[in-house]
């Protein structure tokens, strides 16, 4: 027979070591960070949904100081935007008349010396709203399937409850 203090202080052990495996384990998961460089060159959109005739803002960072920024909506020059000291850049367009709702690309270029350029995704709707709406109802309500089942397991329980105490009197 094990003696308990050496038991404890086995089970002490393992929790000790499993605890510092999971702790290792999370911090090999986070992201490394390298001071002196910033996030790489991108552009975000404000709103990725539209409504024709609306407007959109692109934005853009980490792009080279005081270069002029060309953005595109779906193949042609919307506008160009000049990157400000900290390397951000930013440009609001209305959506040129007659787009048709559909999905569409906003492309800029000359962010960085050297070429290259970012896009990111825009939905173009029509109508006044950028929401879809309420979805249709297509189903039946679990609550009342739910409902019933605890109301059966509750009686199930009262139920044996009661036979397991009639069976203890019986006996007596």
Do not use: H
Not at 94 to 106: E, F, I, N, Q
Not at 142 to 161: E, I, K, M
């Amino acid at each position: 027979m094990i003696p308990r203090s050496l038991s404890k202080a086995v089970l002490l052990c393992s929790v000790l070591l499993l605890s510092f495996g999971f702790a290792s384990a999370a911090s090999a998961q986070g992201t490394t960070t390298v001071t002196g460089y910033g996030p790489p060159p991108g552009i975000t959109v404000d709103d990725s949904t539209v409504v024709q005739g609306g407007n959109i803002t692109v934005r853009g960072q980490s792009c080279t100081v005081g270069s002029t920024v060309t953005v595109t909506f779906a193949g042609g020059q919307v506008g160009t935007a000049l990157v400000g000291a900290n390397g951000t850049w930013s440009l609001t367009f209305p959506v040129p008349a007659g787009t048709v709702p559909g999905s569409y690309t906003v492309t800029e270029s000359g962010c960085v010396a050297g070429g290259g350029s970012q896009s990111a995704g825009v939905v173009v709707v029509s109508g006044g709203s950028t929401t879809t709406g309420n979805l249709p109802y297509t189903g039946s309500s679990t609550d009342t399937p739910l409902r019933v089942g605890f109301v059966l397991l509750a009686v199930g329980s009262l139920l044996v409850f009661a036979a397991s105490r009639r069976k203890a009197a019986a006996s007596q």
